[in-house]
């Protein structure tokens, strides 16, 4: 029987430990700690590991909330105003993550974003890797699709090819940098350039495609967008805050996330660690919901 050639699916546990927080039942376990987000990741997890095609996994997480991008930005987004409820799950979720017997990536200079784009990057063009599913609806990712290489938001059960961030964004995949340093990225802290908004920046993009390409004096586009002159004085005025955010949003692609192919291979939970882990946050459901390999 010759075995199928696999899919890697990264996962942004951040993302992923996010939405357990907002939109799981809070609970609580036997010593008073919060959980529900920790259970709601730990659900869906197994969940991903029940589908058919999943068979290598690495899941990346911000074990801190501030990266070097913070040192580039003071606007840039860090920790402050979270809810200790909240952060308090962070590490416990790498935890969790390990003792399913997934590859974790806890990355602390870097983002979780990098850790996904470096990996992503590794097996694009691998011979031996059919696709790349990049499992999370962050737009910063969509800069990584090329090839077998696509995003996945697994809540809205949509994906994104190349074609479909196009259709998405308006822009290339390569320009979603750009697009986000010129529209912004509250989630991120990025303010964008005054006027720039969705529409007149994918207008532009598409036939200039990066920043440093658009004319400073509108009279030189060649295309037609409305409040030419005011995007081009704007973008003209602030080229060098532009250029800044557009490398807060590049995502790295030297972070530490190593693994062979082999190593992100899943291989079944670690029952003894799951168990306990299951003890502590007082559910009784996880492990006879665990796939077997």
Known sequence: MIRPMPKIHLVDGTYELFRSYFGAP?????DGHQVGALRGILHSMI?????????HVGVAFDHVIESFRNDLFDGYKTGYGLPVELTSQFHPAEDVCRALG???WPLV??????GLATVAARFADDPAVEQVVICTPDKDMAQCVRGNVILRDRMRKKTYDADGVREKFGVDPASIPDYLALVG????????I???????????LTRYGHIEDIPDDAAEWDIKVRGAK???????????DALLYRTLATLRTDAPCDESLDELRWDG???????????????TRAMKRIPTR
């Open 269 to 283: 939970a670690d029952t003894e660690a799951l168990q306990a882990l299951c003890d502590w946050l007082g559910d």
């Open 26 to 30: 809070k609970r609580t376990n036997a």
């Open 194 to 204: 005054p006027r720039w908004g969705a529409k007149s920046t994918a207008t532009v």
């Open 185 to 192: 990225d509250d989630a991120d802290g990025i303010p964008g």
């Open 109 to 114: 200079e870097f983002e979780a974003d990098d």
């Open 102 to 104: 997934l590859t974790v």
């Open 47 to 55: 969940g991903l590991l029940w589908e058919e095609d999943v068979t």
């Open 230 to 240: 005011s995007l081009a004085d704007n973008l003209a005025q602030r080229r060098d």
